[in-house]
């Protein structure tokens, strides 16, 4: 595989943006729900832990995304713009995701 340019790099974050802006006009309501259930739930965890962590297992627990609703919906929840800063990445415990790695998110 060939190195990106960093242009291209640029082209697909610039790409991924778009996408995530449509899907946040699409899916307003329950992006608004699933960021309140998520700030909640790192407060509540900020409580105990001077650096709470969530990830999108924590609200495919609390608040799944309705069935006709790409899940790929879990990207505009957690948008840097949205108050969220991106840690590391952790295996998904959700065995449908095969220990995939997701990022761990807390409060920007």
């Known amino acids: 595989s060939k190195n990106l340019t960093m242009n291209e790099v640029a082209e697909g974050i610039e790409l991924r943006e778009e996408a995530l802006d449509l899907l946040e006009e ?14 909640n739930l790192l407060s509540r965890r900020g409580i105990n832990d001077p650096n709470p962590k969530i990830t999108s297992d924590d609200l495919w627990a609390l608040c799944p995304p309705p069935s006709e609703i790409n899940p790929k919906v879990m990207g505009a929840v957690f948008r840097k713009s ?15 995701c095969h220990a995939r790695p997701i990022r761990e998110w807390t409060f920007a």
């Open 82 to 96: 949205s108050g969220f800063k991106p840690l590391g990445y952790v295996p998904s415990k959700r065995k449908q």
């Open 26 to 39: 699409k899916r307003h309501e329950w992006i608004k729900q699933a960021r309140a259930f998520a700030f």
